[in-house]
């Protein structure tokens, strides 16, 4: 099954260490999705990549966040100078622009605990 | 002491009962709409979807119903399963056009079947 992955799958990091996440999307799928959930709520969209094109950005996505996606394949998420507010789980996503439709597809997530 | 905290909205059948969850949209141009399933843990996945050309679509124990005039969606599971608890998300595409595929969620609903 080549499903969305993400790694790591867990991540306890100190406050004010930097953390970086990566996702594989499914394979032929051009756009790729960051969402954020913490407990208790849906997912929010963060930031999505057509391609290598970073095409938009949530204002939840402050400055110590970046994400890049540099060869329109696998993307990274990195959250600099962490602090106990981003701790959540990142889900990654995809799906394609084709005629089919636009069925986005999630990966298990990323759960990232600050202390 | 006081506790505060988020209160998801809940819904308990018995195996084998028919499930119906409730969903509310608020775009006006919102033009598709999913349904997700989200375990323990674990990342959303997809249900069935539905365009706004469409009122009604069935999958495998699944019935998706979409009313556009009172902005709401309602999934239908038919012979619920213990498996089938989770919580569910519906969620929908908030821009229907430059930014189609950015997702917009609900609240979640945790459906609890009990053998």
């Known amino acids: 099954d080549t499903g969305v992955s993400q790694n790591p799958r867990h991540k306890i990091t100190k406050r004010g260490q930097n953390v970086t996440f990566r996702c594989d999307p499914i394979s032929e799928h051009n756009r790729l999705y960051w969402y954020r959930q913490t407990l208790g709520q849906g997912p929010e969209f963060l930031t999505y990549f057509q391609n290598e094109a970073q095409l938009e950005k949530s204002r939840l996505l402050s400055d110590r966040f970046s994400a890049e996606r540099p060869k329109g394949s696998f993307s990274t998420l990195e959250i600099q100078r962490t602090e106990q507010g981003d701790s959540a789980m990142y889900l990654c996503a995809s799906s394609s622009t084709g005629l089919s439709g636009n069925t986005i597809y999630f990966g298990e997530g990323s759960w990232l605990t600050v202390v | 002491g006081e506790s505060v905290g988020l209160h998801l909205p809940t819904l308990s059948v018995q195996e084998g009962d028919n499930s119906i969850i409730n969903c509310a949209y608020s775009n006006s141009a919102s033009d598709y709409f999913i349904w997700y399933k989200q375990e323990s843990g674990k990342g959303p996945q997809f249900i069935i979807d539905?365009?706004?050309?469409?009122d009604k679509r069935q999958g495998q124990r699944v019935t998706v119903l979409l009313n556009k005039t009172v902005k709401h969606l309602s999934l239908q599971i038919a012979a619920t399963q213990p498996g089938d608890s989770a919580v569910y998300f519906c969620?929908?595409?908030?821009?229907?056009?430059?930014?189609?595929?950015?997702?917009?969620f609900g609240q979640g609903t945790i459906l609890t079947v009990h053998p």
């Open positions: 539905i365009r706004s050309n469409m």
């Open positions: 969620a929908d595409d908030n821009a229907g056009g430059t930014s189609y595929g950015k997702l917009t």
